[in-house]
Structure formats: structure tokens, C-alpha cells
Nanobody
Framework: QVQLVESGGDLVQPGGSLRLSCAAS????????IGWFRQAPGKEREGVSC????????YYVDSVKGRFTISRDNAKNTVYLQMNSLKPEDTAVYYC??????????????????WGQGTQVTVSS
């Protein structure tokens, strides 16, 4: 059974940093992509970034480019999202999700079959 567990969400001031973790287990896909998504109150869930299992190819949406960095530790089956220069508009519940295959795009929630429970990120002074 695939299990994804996020951690690292917190309250942080604008301009601050957080690192989210996504520990994955229970899957046997050789090629897979782990994505980070976020959902703010009253808004649709949106893709933020993703990384492939092979070659560690990455993708970022424009709103987080240069501020967020996705990485993975294959030995720990854990994917990280380093978030710097946080803005109030980054406030949301952040989810990690897994899809089989190697295509990074589309970064669309409908393409992902497995999801974590989410972790709250609040950026406020």
C-alpha cells in the first residue's frame, strides 16, 4: 500500500524559509514522479513542483521559480521542498503526491493517484 507522509509545515514570517518533507513507502514503481501541490482556502489545488525518480529531472511553476527547490534522497525514499523567500500568498496546505511513469508534465492533480494528508504552511507577520 502506497503511503506518503508530509511534514515540516509551520507558521513563518514573510521572507522566511521552510523545508517540507515527503516520506514515501509501499510502492514498487521503477519510474515515478513525486509532485508537490498546494491548496489555499477557497481555491483549487495547484501544482508547485515535481521531480522524477530517474535522472532527478525537476519542474517548477513560474510563481515559485527561484524561491523553491525540490530534491530527493532515494536512500530514504524522501522528497524535500525547500521554500525560501516565502510570501503570504504561499499560505496553503501543501500535499505531496505520486504518479507512476516518468513524464513531469502535466503537473495536474488529476494525474496523481496517491496522496499524503497535507501539511499547513502559513506565511504571516
Amino acid at each position: 500500500q502506497v503511503q506518503l507522509v508530509e511534514s515540516g509545515g509551520d507558521l513563518v514570517q514573510p521572507g522566511g524559509s521552510l523545508r517540507l518533507s515527503c516520506a514515501a513507502s509501499g510502492f514498487t514503481f521503477y519510474d515515478y514522479v513525486i509532485g508537490w501541490f498546494r491548496q489555499a482556502p477557497g481555491k483549487e489545488r495547484e501544482g508547485v513542483s515535481c521531480i522524477s525518480s530517474r535522472y532527478r529531472r525537476t519542474y517548477y511553476v513560474d510563481s515559485v521559480k527561484g524561491r523553491f527547490t525540490i530534491s530527493r534522497d532515494n536512500a530514504k525514499n524522501t522528497v524535500y521542498l525547500q521554500m525560501n523567500s516565502l510570501k503570504p500568498e504561499d499560505t496553503a496546505v501543501y500535499y505531496c503526491a505520486l504518479r507512476a511513469g516518468y513524464q513531469l508534465l502535466p503537473l495536474n492533480p488529476a494525474e496523481y493517484a496517491y496522496w499524503g494528508q497535507g501539511t499547513q504552511v502559513t506565511v504571516s507577520s
